[in-house]
């Protein structure tokens, strides 16, 4: 397969979206405190009303909102004191016209009454009797009986990515365990005689090997579980041998480098060899990460992608991250974080293909302007630099200064 003869962006998307809906990967149950990031793997229903009872969310008195009606500093209306709520108690005090009991934040509303009036709006002429300055209406200061959750609403749905927020929803609501999706187990393969691992001194000829690394921290960001099967070299048995490990007891695959065309790389033959239905596609219209490659091999996706950190980083957030979600069961596989910015100067792009270039984000005032970030694929300072990526569509020569540029936030959390 000639990678030349790229495919358009959009078009990689589809094969891999196409590929894996519904391939989701099994679910367990997980404690609460440990279901932050993790992906719902189904619905889950309210089993009781939140609040459990119609509660006041200020300290002052519960009234008939009837009863306030005329009142002002001028003319207050007059209520008698019949009693007193007390915090994290039941009570049975029923109000009749013109009654008022105290009651605390949180209290319980007595039967009868529907608002509670503040503190500052009343006034105490003796214990048993309150003078009340403001007519309030129903429902004032008060959260009635499943007006925060009510029984049977689904309070975390099938697909969605458990945050912060919804750990208290579902605390409030007494839930202790979670079923989730299991983390999407990722096995990183690097290729290449001329790496060495991080902590080996570098001799000529030799670089680090920095994609296993980045690409770990990624995939871990992503909620996956990584594997670094570590470093192999340029030999076809020993890369064949090395995948088809990977492939049976991981979910998903990822080689760095030995995606491009030259004699040693051997991933296309690898990947046709180990079952169907094998590469699918060898080469995007994208910058950078042309030569990328996409394979499946008996249900497991492999992604074969290039040896630079830029290009490998850019279509991992590309396609790999897609990849991952549908695995994982989330919705809105393609949504990301954007922000607008204005772009500080021009730049130019090649018709027929995607550009992703790094940009540095500025501040001014209620405004954002993104600075390009220019550099070779094979500079991983370029990526830590960014505070995202702007995407030139393919139907588009470039853009100008002072344009509005869609910039897509790395690293967001979705």
Known sequence: MDFF????????????????TGAIVAFEQVS?????????ATDIAAIENLPPFSRSTVDGFA???????????????????????????????????????TIPTGGMLPAGADAVVMLEYAEQPDPHSLLISKMIAPGENVVVKGEDIAYGSIILRRGQKITPAHIGVLAASGVTYVPVRQPVKV??????????????????????????????????GWGCQVTRMGIVRDSFEQFYRALAEAA????????????????????????????????LFHGIAIKPGKPTIFGMVEGTPIFGLPGHPVAA?????????????????????????????????NVAS????????????????????????????????????????????????GVYEGEAVEVLLLYDAD
């Open 248 to 279: 049976v007891t991981h979910h998903m695959v990822v080689i760095s480098g030995g995606s491009s065309v030259g004699a040693r790389d051997f991933t296309v033959k690898a990947i046709d060899g180990l079952g169907a239905p094998g590469v």
């Open 5 to 20: 003869q790229c495919i358009p962006l959009r078009e990689a998307q589809e094969i891999i979206a196409k590929e894996l």
């Open 313 to 345: 980083m850019t279509v991992s957030d590309q396609l790999v991250k897609p990849a991952v979600r549908l695995l994982s069961g989330q919705k809105n596989t393609f949504q990301r974080t954007r922000v607008t910015a204005r772009l500080n100067r």
């Open 350 to 397: 090649s018709p027929g293909r995607d550009d992703f270039i790094g940009v540095r984000l500025i501040k001014e005032g209620a405004n954002n302007k993104a600075a390009p970030i220019f550099g070779k694929s094979g500079l991983i300072r370029l990526m830590a630099e960014s505070d995202g990526i702007m995407h030139i569509p393919a139907d588009k020569s």
């Open 32 to 40: 609460l405190v440990d279901a932050l990031g993790r992906v719902a």
């Open 63 to 101: 009234v008939r909102s009837a009863d306030t009606f005329g009142a002002s500093e001028a003319a207050p209306s007059l209520f008698t004191i019949v009693g007193e709520v007390l915090m994290g108690q039941p009570t049975d005090i029923e109000l009749r016209p013109g009654q008022a009991a």
């Open 187 to 220: 096995a990183i393969i690097s290729t290449g005689d001329e790496l060495v691992d991080i902590d080996v001194p570098v001799k000529a000829g030799q670089i680090r090997d920095v994609n296993s690394y980045a690409l770990g921290a990624l995939f871990t």
